[in-house]
Each structure stands twice: as structure tokens, then as C-alpha cells.
Nanobody, 121 residues
Framework: QVQLVESGGGLVQPGGSLRLSCVAS????????MGWYRQAPGKERELVAD???????NYGDSVKGRFTISRDNAKNTVYLQMNSLKPEDTARYYC???????????????WGQGTQVTVSS
């Protein structure tokens, strides 16, 4: 099985920064895309950013220019550097990984349990 564990969330003032990390572990052959999604109370889960194995990135419109996604393939880890945080960034942030378990089990999606980010003064 595959486990994704997020860390780095917390309470931060508007304009502040946080760095989220997500480590994937288990019987992993390789990882394709990894990404971050978020869900605020009463709202649908939305894409924050994702990154391919080769490093190509994609961002949600609301975070462009403020957030940066990166990954360390050797550590099966994806990061999200969040700068200039706003109250509307408050949400639970979830890690998603598209994982290859073997040559016959490709492209399986796994989610982490999430980490809470609260932006408030």
C-alpha cells in the first residue's frame, strides 16, 4: 500500500508564508504527477498546483505568483511554498500522487489525510 503524509500546516497571519511537505511511502515503483488540492468548508475541492515527474508545473489561478510547487523524486516528496497568504487561502490542503506500483499496476491515485492551513490575524 501507499501512504501520503502531509506536514507544515498551521496558523499564519495574512501576508505570511508556510511550506507544506508531502512524503509518499510504500511499495512504489515510481511516481508520475504529484499535486496539492485544497478544500474550504462548504466548498468543493480545488486544484492548487501540480507537478509532473519531469518538473512541469500547473497552478490554480488564485495562487499563481504566490505559491510554488516543487518535488524531490529521490525522496518521493512534494513541497508547496506558500507566500503572501490571504484569509481566502484558509482550507485543508491535500496531497495527491499518481503512482506506479508495478509494470501491471500503473497510474493509481492516492490521497493524503490533509493538513490545515488557517490564515487569520
Amino acid at each position: 500500500q501507499v501512504q501520503l503524509v502531509e506536514s507544515g500546516g498551521g496558523l499564519v497571519q495574512p501576508g505570511g508564508s508556510l511550506r507544506l511537505s508531502c512524503v509518499a511511502s510504500g511499495s512504489i515503483l515510481s511516481i508520475n504527477a504529484m499535486g496539492w488540492y485544497r478544500q474550504a468548508p462548504g466548498k468543493e475541492r480545488e486544484l492548487v498546483a501540480d507537478i509532473t515527474e519531469s518538473g512541469s508545473t500547473n497552478y490554480g489561478d488564485s495562487v499563481k505568483g504566490r505559491f510554488t510547487i516543487s518535488r524531490d523524486n529521490a525522496k518521493n516528496t512534494v513541497y508547496l511554498q506558500m507566500n503572501s497568504l490571504k484569509p481566502e487561502d484558509t482550507a485543508r490542503y491535500y496531497c495527491l500522487a499518481n503512482v506506479n506500483l508495478s509494470l501491471w499496476r500503473l497510474g493509481l491515485a492516492y490521497w493524503g489525510q490533509g493538513t490545515q492551513v488557517t490564515v487569520s490575524s
